[in-house]
């Protein structure tokens, strides 16, 4: 596949390296296509003596990394989206193979990167502080902001580059290093961003540690959330996985953005537009087989025009077609692996048994196209918001749909799970969409009207609330989150007072 060797990757390769470690052809990690089960390359995993060394490095490299003015780095982060622009089919291509997203999902995640480089070149230039008035005669206060250090970064496979350029771009132009820790199901994105990264780095002379990459399973990722030396840990992945790094990383003091589960519903007014509803409501389902934090996993529908509504899922659902990502007239690519598949089998037992009612059947595919074992069905079930099955996130496309009278009912069912990223609504009535937003609306990270749960752009801050984890990436403020704040005052008289009038006098 010419795509990988675009890339710097040797398909089938036992010698795949990550740039930042030797080949250890004992302890290997193997990348499998969940689009035919073929094994694509094989990548060294991170022993503990070689990550010692690289975090060595990554700190040599931040003391003199850290003194280049911030437009300067935010350069470096300019040439790195021109680099991604011209690498962005390749590029969209592993992602969709390697990860089984869609190909233009794929292009999309890579858009993703180019936009937040963007973002953070200008950025660069408008990193401000505030200057406060001081209560003291001849005094001046200021507050400015500082580079943490180390910034530790966990991505989950879903988007197995764009998340990575989420906290790298803005983490660089803030001063900071950084040490990647991909998902083991999807290490080939990341040994293709740092061949991408590498040389426009080479060609700028910027410090070797300022990218570092490590590999492997959850051990790898422990040593770095336990190093005190690692400042800053973003993680991306389950709330199961967000509490324990919380826990480790609190226990020394360190700093957490922590994007974990979601659980996210759209509301279908009676004042909605329902065709365009059921776009929103189907791509939100079925995107990237249902594997996305921001996926639609549960659709409240008012009951005057939920049996409307219903038959217009049933049709679009019999539409979809499912098979190889790589080929733009599916809609719907595998899932990342067959512990995906048995989850998934595993939720829509565990549905039924629980009164839930399937009325658009799931099931794992067979048969030509379907090889690797990963395809399965994209399902609908009617049920209530208080099984247990829906309050958990099913990473997998199975869509719950429910009935409700008011709004006030709606708002309560769609806050009532414990996550709280992404929500929506659809209707044209003005008061529902404003109630929808204001405090006492979604409880959730992110709320849209009119669009879908997914879909995020980068010019907002992204996160959740409750299980979801607090943190927040990507646009607005968010460079905040990779800095620490100094308050400055300066006393430029020929006395001391002190504040709040307090006296000190030593005769």
């Known amino acids: 596949m ?15 390296s990550t ?27 991170t022993s503990y003596e070689q990550y010692q060394l690289l975090t060595k490095k990554a700190m040599e490299a931040y003391e003199e990394w850290r003194m280049w003015p911030a437009p300067k780095r935010g350069d470096i982060v300019r040439q790195l989206g021109d680099a991604l622009r011209a690498n962005k089919h390749p590029l969209g291509q592993l992602v969709s193979y390697e990860m089984g997203k869609s190909l233009q999902e794929g292009l999309g995640e890579v858009q993703e990167m180019i936009d937040i480089c963007d973002f953070a070149v200008g950025l660069s230039r408008q990193m401000y502080g505030l200057t406060m008035h001081s209560e003291r005669p001849k005094h001046r206060m200021y507050e400015q902001w500082h580079p943490l250090g180390i910034v530790g970064i966990i991505s989950a496979f879903n988007f197995p580059v764009a998340v990575w350029n989420w906290n790298t771009a803005l983490a660089w132009i803030c001063g900071n290093v950084c040490i990647w820790k991909p998902s083991e199901k999807t290490p080939l994105c990341s040994v293709a961003v740092q061949n991408i990264v590498a040389k426009v780095f080479a060609e700028n002379n910027v410090p070797e540690g300022v990218s570092c990459i490590i590999q492997g399973d959850r051990t790898v990722g422990e040593w770095m959330t336990k190093d005190k030396n690692v400042a800053l840990v973003s993680a991306t992945g389950s709330t199961r996985m ?9 226990e020394r003091f360190g700093k957490t953005i922590l994007e974990l589960g979601g659980n996210n519903a759209i509301i279908i007014s009676q004042h909605a537009d329902l065709d365009m509803s059921l776009i929103g409501a189907v791509f939100g389902a079925v995107g990237t087989a249902g594997q996305r934090c921001t996926t639609t996993r549960r659709l409240i529908i008012h009951e005057s025009v939920y049996d409307a509504f219903k038959q217009k899922l049933v049709k679009a659902y019999s539409q979809l077609s499912i098979g190889d990502p790589l080929d733009s007239k599916n809609h719907v690519g595998p899932l990342i692996d067959k512990d995906a598949v048995n989850n998934y089998l595993r939720s829509i037992q565990q549905c039924k048994e629980q009164g839930g009612n399937f009325i658009v059947e799931g099931g794992v595919l067979e048969g030509a196209g379907y090889e690797s074992g990963c395809y399965v069905k994209p399902c609908i079930a009617e049920a209530t918001n208080d099984l247990a099955i829906v309050q958990h996130e099913t990473f997998a496309p199975i869509l719950y749909i429910m009935k409700y009278k008011t709004l006030e009912e709606a708002i309560a069912m769609q806050n009532g799970v414990p996550q709280g990223l992404s929500s929506a609504i659809f209707t044209l009535n003005m008061r529902e969409a404003e109630q929808f937003l204001a405090h006492i609306g979604s409880d959730c990270g992110i709320a849209n009207v009119n669009i879908g749960t997914s879909g995020a752009e980068i010019g907002g801050a992204f996160g959740g609330e409750k299980e979801t984890g607090g943190g927040r990436e990507s646009g607005s403020d968010a460079w905040k989150s990779y800095m620490r704040r100094q308050t400055n005052t300066i006393n430029w008289s020929s006395q001391l007072p002190l504040a709040q009038g307090i006296s000190f006098n030593l005769g």
Not at 8 to 16: E, M, V
Not at 19 to 45: F, M, R, T
Not at 242 to 250: A, T
């Open 2 to 16: 010419e795509f990988l060797h675009q890339l710097g990757i040797k398909p089938n390769n036992s010698g795949t």
């Open 19 to 45: 740039g930042n470690q030797s080949w250890n052809e004992d302890k290997v990690l193997e990348s499998y296509s969940p689009v035919n089960g073929q094994l694509i390359a094989k990548v060294s995993v």
């Open 242 to 250: 967000g509490k324990e790094i919380n826990s480790v990383v609190s």
